[in-house]
């Protein structure tokens, strides 16, 4: 034992510290991958009522639970979810800048550059494909361009693009080995995996059942024609994208909506409140009871609608001196909270992102010339 040792075991004993133990610990992530993806796809999308499905059916610990599209309202009540569409409009808005910005692709021989020109415009590479690829890396996380000759198609070789779930990607030592991309097949109701492998200098295929087992590929007729394909060459004819590394998921990565899916969430629950508040704010009219509108058919007392609240039924007065009238009442609507609580809550979705400028949003019209400048810095760092 050497005299640092010592000296240690000598402090702990007059100072009887008892060293602390190491505990096991599990931690189970919410999501897989695929799911992950299926989660950011759903917020660019910006349907409500997928949002809505989504999170209900994810919703498997007391985080989840909590969020406001998971959340389930009382019986009877009428709750409008209202989404924002701000994460479509992020993405959107910083694919229209990096395109905007790419002037073309320049290689140093003629004879390439002009062939070039040519199968960027059978593939339509600038115009669909990279927006398309940009808009998907950004969302999904990662992607590749796939390569492929299909003479009966064109003379050109066919450019792809596929992201999240549709490719993965095997690594060895750190470095890429082989890059398989994902197509489902279904013949007599029964659904094959079909798994193409772009090795260097090789692409092969290999066909998978709904059990994972691997079955020949004359299973399915439309594809039992092809065979492994060597090439010269020690390259992959699939080009890997992605922006930023996921820490969650090794070999993969980072989606621009993954450490914001909260704060859209935030942002979406506090306009519904907003909305909801207006709605509620309504003119309403308290009638007594002998008053109310009767149903023409069954002569029934009528129920207000959730919608209009035109009125509100109350029990008549029994007092001598007492007058059966309509009082109008409207609520009084703090809209500077409301308005206070939108914009910290939308800082929090663009932090790091994009400027609200950019969007064309203007939550301190004091701001001068400067200080847009500024923020429009967030921007420039993010498209660079």
């Known amino acids: 034992m050497g005299l640092k040792e010592v000296i240690k075991n000598m402090i702990m004993k007059a100072l009887n510290i008892i060293p602390a133990e190491d505990n096991q610990i599990s931690i189970r992530e919410p999501l897989s991958h695929n799911m992950n993806v299926l989660r950011n796809r759903i917020w660019y999308r910006g349907d409500p009522s997928e949002l809505d499905q989504f999170f209900k059916q994810t919703a498997t610990d007391d985080v989840g639970k909590s969020r406001f599209w998971a959340a389930v309202p009382s019986a009877d009540s009428s709750i409008r979810k209202f989404h924002s569409g701000l994460p479509g409009e992020i993405i959107d808005k910083l694919v229209d800048i990096v395109v905007a910005d790419l ?3 320049s290689l140093e021989n003629e004879e390439n550059q002009k062939l070039w020109d040519e199968i960027a415009k059978d593939n339509k590479f600038t115009d669909e494909l990279l927006v398309e690829a940009i808009q998907k890396t950004l969302v999904d996380g990662d992607g590749t361009f796939k390569l492929s000759v299909d003479t009966e198609i064109t003379e050109y070789p ?17 470095r890429l080995q082989e890059v398989i991309f994902y197509a489902y097949y279904t013949n007599e109701k029964e659904t094959y995996r079909l798994e193409e492998i772009y090795g260097k200098g090789y692409i092969d295929y290999k066909l998978y059942d709904k059990h994972g087992k691997e079955v ?4 399915v007729p439309e594809i039992a024609h092809l065979s492994k394909v060597t090439y010269a060459g ?21 989606s621009i909506f993954e450490r914001k899916s909260d704060n859209f969430d935030a942002l979406d629950e506090v306009i519904s409140q907003w909305i909801d508040a207006i709605r509620a704010g309504r003119v309403k009219n308290y009638i007594p009871e002998d008053l109310v509108p009767k149903h023409p058919e069954t002569g029934h007392a009528m129920r207000p609608n959730p919608f209009d609240n035109q009125f509100i039924k109350i029990g008549s007065s029994m007092k001598e001196d007492s007058k059966d009238q309509i009082d109008q009442i409207q609520a009084n609507i703090n809209y500077e909270a409301f308005v206070e609580s939108y914009a910290n809550t939308l800082d929090m979705c663009l932090q790091g992102i994009i400027s609200p400028s950019t969007l064309g949003i203007d939550l301190k019209k004091t701001d001068n010339a400067e200080a847009q400048r500024e923020k429009e810095k967030t921007t420039l760092y993010t498209r660079g």
């Open 234 to 254: 020690n390259f992959i004819m699939a080009v890997p994208m992605k922006f930023f590394k996921s820490p969650k998921f090794e070999n993969r990565g980072n």
């Open 103 to 105: 002037d073309s692709i």
């Open 158 to 174: 066919i450019i792809e693009f596929y992201s999240g779930t549709d490719v993965d990607y095997r690594y060895k030592r750190g």
């Open 216 to 219: 020949p590929l004359s299973k």
